[in-house]
């Protein structure tokens, strides 16, 4: 059996290969064309070379300067040519050179891959194509963008590209995908390929360049043609002339050596602060400062802009001396919310707000949250110019940040949204665990594992690395062991509930929270304007100290906090715009604040306040300046301030002392 069966394979095999005019087998079908799934052009090329199409022109040759994109974090630049693409030459291109450079985070078919949630698997497609004049001759080649349907969608210098349509790159562009803002991509065309326009443009500045330094040159010599000093010009008005370099004539080792001398020499000389003195009050509610002119017509505003920023730092003068408060200076960071508008909100940023923010233990990393629901963090030992966040992490999609806090060793941070389940995680970003969250049904919220509203505000306990407490809108705040705590499906179940109710019993918000310095405390503020002190080892039924008429009745309290000696407490309330300092020690229904702190506005939830190492003085921060006029309208323009406030250590009258 087994030679016939062989004998029958021996002779199918020889047949097949000795009858040449037999049928052959049907051809196998071309492999898909990842371009052509995609709708890219069948016009569209990589390569200029390589295009049949018409008379090849002087930009489509094998030496065709390719166009890149530049990102600021890395050096390299990214062609937009046949070498980027990782499908040249495998079966996805069925044989043919790709046509397009696709952006996306899908690994096995995109070319430039960004691995972000907001990225599409396929997001965008970058190629050239050909374009003739308005009398048919000449083609010149155009990069063009075509957008593949993402949910988040791609960015044209702030402007988002219809979905799946085609746009035209011009040299300079800015380009985002999707929202990943803090990787730009500059595109740069090479001279063939900018367009006439842009051409002509570079011409004429280049042109002027040369001018104006011809302009200045004959302005020197005819300066010193007539005596004039050298490097005074004449004052036609302009404010910051040219100064004379005090190290002229010197060059290479010789004039550094003589700046570091100059250098060390000003160490020695005694720093000079220039007092600051306001304007009157009656000055200013005459009539707006956006509306006053100077003698050169422009606004009294923006005139002194300049003068208030060289002055920034020194406006404290002798009440910064005589109270020790630090002279600092600013440094703007970007915007934290995104920098593209959207279409709901055209404003810079989309209207979004910084929410929450935080510093770790060491000082050099600066974490905030927002509310578009990312964290992004600033390294200040790696900062470069840009001062732009060097990571931006999504904690929850749909979820806006509401509270931030770091551990007291810095190596994670516990962060609070608008859901029931806050997450911590570490230094990078990277999610440790998240809380469960309770069941919704139930009123007693003793018994369910988690929260079932909103977070307001998140605590980590000053001495103990693994105990963290956290407050919501449901009336609970609560207590979470993130090395001992029980989990339900990988989920970390709370460890005490405590309950707030107002001075009638009846469930109240929670919308602040902190630990005593000793930890063996804790101090939740309340919707209905209360402060409740309770142990931190057990749960009682009722608060061990309680000053429910704290900010008034129905005033919601948006901050609390202790000294660093745990002496003092201090509480704030958007409602009243007060913020007020209790002795910690003697919390009772009768306690009268020691510091009544007025005037105070914010539009946020989040405004707080801090003590000074020392607890003898306290700073808080307003959204705008309180109205200096009966009826609303202040007259002034509206701008934050940052208030200090002395604190009596004598047992004194409430004091309101304020140095702006």
């Not at 367009?195 to 500045?205: K, L, P, S, T, Y």
């Not at 009638?504 to 063996?520: D, F, L, Q």
């Not at 202790?562 to 715009?577: E, P, Q």
Request: hydrophobic share 30%; aromatic share 4%.
């Amino acid at each position: 059996t087994h030679s016939t069966e062989w004998s029958k394979l021996l002779f199918i095999s020889t047949h097949r290969s000795t009858h040449a005019t037999m049928a052959a087998p049907p051809p196998t079908a071309a492999a898909p064309n990842l371009d052509d799934d995609l709708g890219i052009p069948s016009d569209a090329t990589l390569d200029p070379s390589l295009s049949a199409d018409g008379p090849k022109s002087e930009t489509s040759t094998s030496s065709f300067a390719h166009a890149t994109l530049q990102c600021p974090p890395t050096s390299q630049p990214i062609v937009i040519g046949l070498s980027t693409s990782i499908r040249s030459g495998t079966a996805s291109t069925g044989g043919a050179a790709p046509r397009s450079i696709v952006v996306g985070r899908q690994s096995s078919s995109s070319d430039i891959r960004i691995d972000h949630g907001s990225i599409s698997r396929r997001h965008a497609a970058l190629y050239y194509v050909k374009k003739r004049d308005a009398d048919g001759n000449q083609p010149t080649l155009s990069l063009m963008l075509q957008d593949l349907g993402g949910k988040h969608g791609t960015y044209v210098d702030g402007k988002r590209v219809d979905k799946k349509s085609t746009t035209e790159i011009r040299d300079g562009n800015v380009l985002v995908f999707g929202n990943v803002k803090e990787r730009e991509f500059v595109v740069r065309l090479p001279p063939s390929m900018k367009a006439g326009d842009e051409a002509a443009a570079d011409a004429e500045a280049a042109a002027a360049e040369t001018v104006e330094g011809a302009t200045a040159s004959e302005k020197k010599v005819g300066n010193d043609a007539n005596g004039d000093v050298p490097g005074n010009t004449v004052n036609d008005g302009d404010v910051g002339q040219d100064k004379p370099d005090p190290f002229e004539g010197l060059s290479g080792r010789e004039r550094r050596e003589a700046e570091i001398k100059a250098m060390m020499e000003s160490l020695d000389e005694n720093p000079a602060y220039q007092k600051y003195s306001a304007p009157p009050e009656d000055a200013e509610e005459e009539e707006p400062i956006g509306q006053k002119s100077n003698a050169n017509g422009r606004s009294s505003a923006h005139s002194s802009a300049g003068a208030n920023a060289q002055t920034k730092g020194n406006d404290i003068g002798s009440a910064g001396a005589k109270l020790g408060l630090p002279v600092t200076r600013t440094a703007p960071f970007a915007s934290s919310a995104t920098a593209v508008p959207t279409p709901s909100d055209p404003r810079s940023g989309g209207g979004r707000a910084l929410s929450a923010l935080s510093l770790d233990p060491a000082g050099s990393r600066l974490v905030t949250g927002c509310t578009d629901t990312n964290l992004r963090q600033y390294d200040f030992n790696g900062m470069d110019a840009d001062q732009k966040a060097f990571r931006e992490v999504t904690i929850e999609e749909g979820h806006p940040v509401t509270a931030l806090c770091h551990s007291n060793t810095g190596d994670r941070m516990l962060v609070g949204t608008t859901s029931a389940q806050p997450m911590v995680v570490d230094r990078d970003g990277r999610e440790i665990i998240q809380f469960a969250k309770g069941d919704v049904y139930m009123t007693d919220m003793s018994k369910t594992i988690g929260h079932t509203a909103t977070v307001t505000d998140v605590a980590w306990h000053p001495l103990e690395k693994d105990k963290v407490m956290t407050a919501s809108i449901d009336g609970s705040a609560r207590m979470w062991n993130l090395s001992s705590g029980k989990t339900a499906f990988k989920k970390l179940k709370c460890d005490l509930v405590y309950r707030t109710k107002n001075s009638k019993g009846i469930r109240t918000a929670v919308t602040a929270c902190a630990y005593h310095p000793s930890g063996r405390e804790i101090c939740l503020g309340t919707a209905d304007g209360s402060i409740q002190i309770w142990d931190a080892t057990r749960v009682k039924p009722r608060p061990d100290k309680v000053i429910y008429d704290a900010h008034g009745t129905g005033n919601a309290i948006c901050h609390v906090g202790y000294s660093y000696d745990g002496k003092r407490l201090v509480s704030r309330s958007s409602d009243d715009t007060t913020a007020k300092v209790w002795e910690a020690r003697r919390i009772s229904r009768s306690s009268r604040p020691i510091l009544i702190a007025s005037g105070l506005p914010s539009f946020f939830d989040g405004s707080n306040c801090a003590f000074s190492p020392n607890g003898k003085m306290l700073v808080a921060g307003t959204s705008v300046e309180p109205p200096r006029k009966k009826g609303g309208g202040s007259g002034v323009e509206a701008r934050g301030t940052i208030r200090f406030y002395q604190i009596p250590t004598d047992g004194s009258a409430p004091s309101s002392e304020t140095q702006d």
